[in-house]
């Protein structure tokens, strides 16, 4: 299995900032990366795939970067409903794996 | 807009089998196009993947669940179904479906799970 980690774990931030999600592969996975968001009471959200591209309706505030073992996700200026638990999840392999998650709380 | 839902009991018995069903509205179920799955959260931890069904008959699942898991398509109902056998308390958790599509960037396609209902709370207990 590729293990997907994430770091942190947790987060904690101010409306307005910029913050900085970490993902790392256990083996090169190119650019087979997926980052998705989950709020409680809501269905999760495709934000960004193939490590760099923002799906459809995604605001501009979100980007990803990465190749191979190592990925980010940046939200650029933090919005009051950016506030959940953010997933990596890697599509290189048929056994779909998901990070560890990274729960970003208001600071 | 393709919409989908999770619907099935909310409690079951350990060792007995969980059946929940996934409701596709707004498309269509029988697109050789995409991959339909079970992913789960068990409370306190992170996203597993379970398993997924593609051409309306096809299957792969996440080796881990050790044979327990079967996955099905009612192409006349547009519902795709979850049955996970001999559950224990480890099976707890929220289940959500999702739907896998092939999204291109440039000269290649990639896999991402763009379609996901809210999630349904199962809790095996007695």
């Known amino acids: 299995d590729i293990v997907m980690t994430q770091s942190p774990s947790s987060l904690s931030a101010s409306v307005g900032d910029r913050v900085t999600i970490t993902c790392r592969a256990s083996q090169s996975i190119n650019n087979y990366l997926n980052w998705y968001q989950l709020s409680p009471g809501k269905a999760p959200k495709l934000l960004i795939y193939a490590a760099s591209n923002l799906h459809s309706g995604v605001p501009s505030r979100f980007s990803g970067s990465g190749s191979g073992t190592d990925f980010t996700l940046t939200i650029g200026s933090l919005q009051p409903e950016d506030f959940a638990t953010y997933y990596c999840q890697q599509s290189y392999s048929t056994l779909i794996t998901f990070g560890q998650g990274t729960r970003l709380d208001i600071k | 807009q393709v919409q989908l839902q999770e619907s099935g009991p909310g409690l079951v018995q350990p060792s007995q089998t969980l059946s929940l069903t996934c409701t596709v509205s707004?498309?269509?179920?029988?697109?050789?196009?995409?991959?339909w799955n079970w992913v789960r959260q068990p409370p306190g931890k992170g996203l597993e993947w379970i398993g997924f069904?593609?051409?309306?008959?096809?299957?792969y699942y996440n080796p881990s669940l050790n044979g327990r898991v079967t996955i099905s398509v009612d192409t006349s109902k547009t519902q795709f179904s979850l049955n996970l056998s001999s559950v224990t308390a480890a099976d707890t958790a929220v289940y959500y479906c999702?739907?896998?599509?092939?999204?291109?960037?440039?000269?290649?396609?990639?896999?991402?799970?763009?379609?996901w209902g809210q999630g349904t709370t199962v809790t095996v207990s007695s």
């Open positions: 069904l593609y051409d309306s008959g096809n299957s």
């Open positions: 707004g498309g269509s179920i029988n697109s050789g196009d995409y991959y």
């Open positions: 999702a739907r896998l599509d092939r999204l291109r960037w440039g000269e290649n396609y990639y896999s991402a799970m763009d379609v």
